[in-house]
């Protein structure tokens, strides 16, 4: 079946420093791969889409500057952190489609900023 | 750009009730319509989707039903347990674009 893996599943930071997280699809070809980040409360705000042979689309609010991504090939992708503050943490999601197939997303990786 | 409306915040039934949590979208050409379930500290877990050729879907004790001349979609769980306690999320996409678009969530309380 399709699953979709996060690295890791929770990390700690400092205030300033970076932090990266990565994502595997298994099983099926990620064409398309979304980072989320649901903020406490809250609900889940798409940063990026990225689509194999498309640039990155950022959303409004989040910057390659601050949150470069890469996807590579068809199973996986990596996004980083770049000077994390406290307004930072939260779950980050990774969803992976195969072409308009449903979105499969990882468990998470939980990003506390001290 | 998209807009999901989740109507319910907060929900509470008793076990063997049924519940129901409503969506409204905005974009008329959004066609697909997932549901995610959040348990506490969890991450999401897919639920049920539906597509815009159908206007009801069915999986066990789970209903989709969508109108999309209302731009309304919505969840019927039948039969409710404890274990369905959890934050619900609806979301809308399009096939062809790929983002999906989340509501605010509707934490669904299921008591003995």
């Known amino acids: 079946g399709a699953l979709v893996y996060q690295y890791p599943r929770r990390t700690i930071c400092k205030s300033g420093t970076s932090m990266r997280m990565e994502c595997q699809a298994v099983g099926f070809q990620a064409t398309s791969v979304a980072w989320y980040r649901q903020s406490p409360q809250k609900t889940f705000e798409l940063i990026a889409l990225?689509?194999?042979?498309?640039?990155?689309?950022?959303e409004q609010n989040f910057t390659q500057e601050k949150f470069p991504i890469s996807h590579p090939n068809l199973s996986f992708s990596s996004m980083t952190v770049l000077n994390a503050y406290l307004e930072d943490r939260g779950l980050y999601l990774c969803g992976a489609r195969e072409g308009e197939d449903e979105q499969y997303f990882g468990p998470g990786t939980r990003l506390t900023v001290l | 750009g998209e807009k999901v409306e989740q109507h319910e915040s907060t929900l509470s039934v008793r076990e063997g009730d049924s519940a129901v949590i409503n969506c409204t979208y905005t974009?008329?050409?959004?066609?697909?319509f997932p549901w995610y379930k959040q348990e506490a500290g969890k991450s999401l877990h897919f639920v049920i989707d539906i597509r815009s050729n159908v206007d009801r879907k069915q999986s066990q004790r789970l209903t989709v039903l969508l109108d999309k001349k209302a731009k309304r979609f919505s969840l019927h769980i039948t039969a409710t347990q404890p274990e369905d306690s959890a934050i619900y999320f609806c979301?809308?996409?399009?096939?062809?674009?790929?983002?999906?678009?989340f509501g605010s969530g509707t934490r669904l309380l299921v008591s003995p």
């Open positions: 979301a809308a996409s399009r096939t062809g674009g790929y983002k999906v678009v």
């Open positions: 974009d008329t050409a959004s066609s697909y």
């Open positions: 990225s689509t194999v042979n498309s640039a990155i689309k950022y």
